[in-house]
């Protein structure tokens, strides 16, 4: 067992630590920086893989985008200070069942494909560095050879407006009507 | 494509600014690469650690120093040499303070808010290019990474405000955290431009992209792009600073200091540290990007650019740390605090469009090869 596979099972103990009380606190925002965690722990499990950006853009969209409009949002509700209800012992067992549902999905995929008889995966390190860093995935995100992904990227910015146009069409005033405020 | 405009090859610039510190490389020779590797770190956490509470102890001196000469009055001048010594007696005091929790705050996350935004800025000190060979990490994506923690802060604001458990505290958070957003959006676009003209995110390397005479820095390149990239980013760091007259999150008139009312001791000296901290990573990182890093100015003409040669780069990058320093200590207290709204339409109205226009101008440059002021 090398530092590397230490270091694996401490930032998987810890995602697996989070994601649990992510879902079980029973105060929102306690939940949400569990949510937090459980998503900064992912992004070590990046690093440990050498993807150096997406552990990046783990950081940068989740934790700063995403996990702070939760915060945020949670702060503009009522009831921040009540605990959230126990959910119905139906759903419990629901939630259960998807688990283990995916759990055998998973093993199966992983059977399937023998990932952990991955051959001298650390030979290629350095070649693997290159590629997830922001040089590589920069580099085939805009080319328009057959490995590149232009035409995705360009599609996901359209839809990226889209959702943009709708978010402002949403929150303007309709015509004609004053608002609240000084006039 | 691009490193091809700059005069020095990939090579001539290892030599001539060669990565390695003589002190890592002493460690590296003396020990095993698993140890040297502890050591090494363990040093740069120390020295870290010690940069950063002696800057900010600086910082704070500084700022009452300026803002004195600013309203012509003297500033602190009693304890110490031109009253140096008064924030370490200011600190010292807050040291020994009693640290109260108001009692129906929330206990962990009361705690845990005055850490984030310290912690935040200490991962940022990580990337900041002091010299070409006094840098802890270059990561590839070095901008990626600053936009990352630097966006961490604002947990500490929001978390501080709710847990404190008093309206002005969670005023001051809420708009303190709609600013913060808001802001970062012409921050980030400002970090791409530079990654447009640089070709690269890793801090050192644009550092070195900027080789030559002054006009060879950023701020002057580009024709007019980059010097509007300057403003751009001197305002939205200002904002993301929370300084006058972006401070409407303590805003003392109204919110009576915002989310650090209910702090009081180290929980406040934290917050307090962090901020001041920040300024210097704002700086850092304002002459890094736009003002030629650890680079001596060159003005093209020999002896007088030999002789400034000499001076050492982290002598030269504190310099223009210290300029851009005074520059927004000026800004605070000169400006009154802007509203509520009009920090907002400041924001999405006028400099997001100004900072996504002087980008897509500046990739046209880019691209025809237009560098040259």
């Known amino acids: 067992m090398n530092i590397t596979d230490v270091l694996f099972y401490a930032d998987a103990a810890l995602i697996l630590g989070s994601a649990v009380l992510a879902v079980s606190l029973r105060h929102v925002l306690h939940a949400a920086l569990a949510l937090m965690m459980a998503l900064f722990s992912t992004a070590g499990l990046f690093l440990l893989l050498h993807a150096e950006f997406a552990a990046l853009v783990q950081v940068l969209v989740y934790i700063g985008g995403v996990v702070i409009f939760i915060v945020y949002t949670i702060l503009l509700t009522a009831h921040l200070g009540e605990e959230v209800p126990r959910s119905h012992p139906a759903k419990q067992l629901g939630a259960l069942a998807g688990a283990l549902l995916f759990c055998a999905l998973l093993l199966a995929v992983l059977w399937a494909g023998r990932a952990w008889e991955v051959p001298a995966a650390h030979a290629a390190d350095a070649a693997l560095a290159q590629a997830g860093g922001v040089k590589g995935i920069g580099r085939r995100l805009l080319s328009a050879a057959p490995d590149g992904f232009l035409v995705p990227f360009e599609i996901v910015s359209l839809l990226l407006l889209a959702a943009l146009v709708g978010a402002i069409s949403i929150a303007r005033k309709p015509a004609g009507d004053p608002g609240e405020g000084p006039k | 494509m691009i490193a091809s405009l700059h ?25 095993a690469p698993a140890g040297a590797f502890t050591v090494n770190a363990l040093i740069a956490l120390a020295l870290t650690t010690v940069f950063v509470s002696l800057t900010a102890l600086f910082l704070v001196w500084m700022e009452r120093k300026v803002c004195a000469r600013f309203q012509l009055r003297l500033g602190p001048n009693r304890v110490g ?48 290019p ?19 923690f630097l966006g961490m802060g604002v947990f500490g604001v929001l978390l501080a405000g709710w ?16 600013q913060m957003i808001a802001y970062e959006i012409s921050y980030v676009l400002c970090l791409l431009l530079i990654v447009l003209a640089s070709g690269s995110a890793s801090t050192r390397d644009i550092v070195l992209a900027q080789q030559g005479t002054v006009l060879d820095w950023w701020l002057f390149k580009l024709p007019g792009c980059g010097a509007l990239g300057f403003i751009i980013f001197i305002i939205s760091s200002t904002a993301e600073l929370h300084r006058a007259p972006f401070d409407i999150a303590e805003a003392e008139s109204e919110l009576t200091g915002g989310f650090h009312t209910e702090y009081s001791g180290m929980g406040f000296s ?3 540290l962090s901020e001041y901290a920040n300024l210097f990573v704002a700086s850092g990182l304002g002459a890094t990007l736009f003002l030629g890093g650890f680079l001596a100015p060159q003005f093209g003409f020999g002896p007088l650019d030999r002789a400034l040669e000499l001076v050492p780069g982290c002598v030269w990058f504190m310099l223009k740390v210290y300029g851009l320093v005074y520059l927004y200590m000026w800004l605070r207290w000169t400006f009154p605090r802007l509203r509520v709204d009009q920090l907002m339409s400041l924001e999405w109205k006028f400099l997001l469009p100004v900072a996504l226009g002087n980008l897509a101008v500046a990739a046209v440059l880019v691209a025809l090869g237009w560098l040259l002021p």
């Open chain 2, 7 to 31: 005069s020095l090859t990939a090579a001539e610039l290892a030599a001539r600014y060669p990565a390695t510190h003589p002190v890592g490389d002493w460690v590296r020779a003396h020990l």
């Open chain 2, 81 to 128: 040499p031109f009253g140096l010594l008064q924030t370490l007696a200011d600190g010292l005091k807050l040291f020994l303070k009693e640290s109260f929790m108001p009692r129906e705050a929330d206990f962990f996350v009361y705690h845990l808010a005055p850490l984030i935004p310290i912690t935040s800025s200490f991962m940022v000190f990580c990337v900041l």
């Open chain 2, 130 to 148: 002091f010299d070409h060979n006094i840098q802890i990490a270059d990561p590839q994506g070095g901008l990626v990474y600053l936009a990352a």
């Open chain 2, 163 to 178: 847990a404190s458990n008093n309206k002005y505290s969670l005023l001051g958070a809420l708009r303190s955290g709609a």
């Open chain 2, 270 to 272: 934290m917050f307090f």
